[in-house]
Structures are given as C-alpha cells and as structure tokens.
Nanobody, 125 residues
C-alpha cells in the first residue's frame, strides 16, 4: 500500500492558479497509473487528470484540457497538478490516487487502489 498526501489547495479568485502536489511513500508494488480526481459537495467523485507511470501518456477530462497540466518529479516521488484559469466550478476537494492495475483505464475511481486524504480548492467568483 502506498501513502499519498496532497497539498497546495486553498482559496483563489477566478482566473487564478494553484499547483497541487501529491507526495507518495511506501511503494511496494508496481504503479501503473497516477490520477487526480475531485469531488464537489453533493456530487460524485470525477476524473480530472491521469498519467501512466511508464512513459509519458497523460490524460485530461474535457473540463481540464487547456487549463490543467499534470507532471511528476521521479526523484521526489511526487506528482503535480498545475491549475490555471480557475473557475468557480473547479471548487472541490482534490484527491490523488494510485492504480496498480496493469490494464486500468484512467478515469474510473474504482480502478485506483490507494487515495490521499484530499486537499480543498475553493475558487471565488
């Protein structure tokens, strides 16, 4: 089981930027996908971005394309989510997650094994 801890959330005005970080520790199995999800009050958890751990394939939800960028620092075992041009509808708790399924899609929460506790992002309009 891997431990994931998100940071970088906060309150920002619409049009602003935030960079979320997700530090991982305790990896004992192969990671195939790292993902970012978010959940707003009263809504289901939704996919935001994901990255296959081998190679550089990165995927984004339509709502994130052109505004969010997922990256990683292997030396720090950390993934990032750079969020620009934030909108009020981006307000949510953001979670990072790790999948150990080799044939995982990247957008289903059920295919992720471990989750961080989340970090709150609030965008004021």
């Amino acid at each position: 089981q891997v431990q994931l801890v998100e940071s970088g959330g906060g309150l920002v005005q619409a049009g602003g930027s935030l960079r979320l970080s997700c530090a991982a520790s305790g990896r004992t199995f192969t990671t195939y996908v790292m993902g970012w999800f978010r959940q707003a009050p009263g809504k289901e958890r939704e996919f935001v971005a994901a990255m296959r751990w081998s190679g550089t394939s990165t995927y984004y939800a339509d709502s994130a394309k052109g505004r969010f960028t997922m990256s990683r620092d292997n030396a720090k075992d950390t993934v990032y989510l750079q969020m620009n041009s934030l909108k009020a509808e981006d307000t949510a708790v953001y979670y990072c997650a790790e999948s150990r399924y080799s044939d995982a899609t990247y957008y289903r929460p059920s295919e992720y094994n471990d989750w961080g506790p989340g970090t709150q992002v609030t965008v004021s309009s």
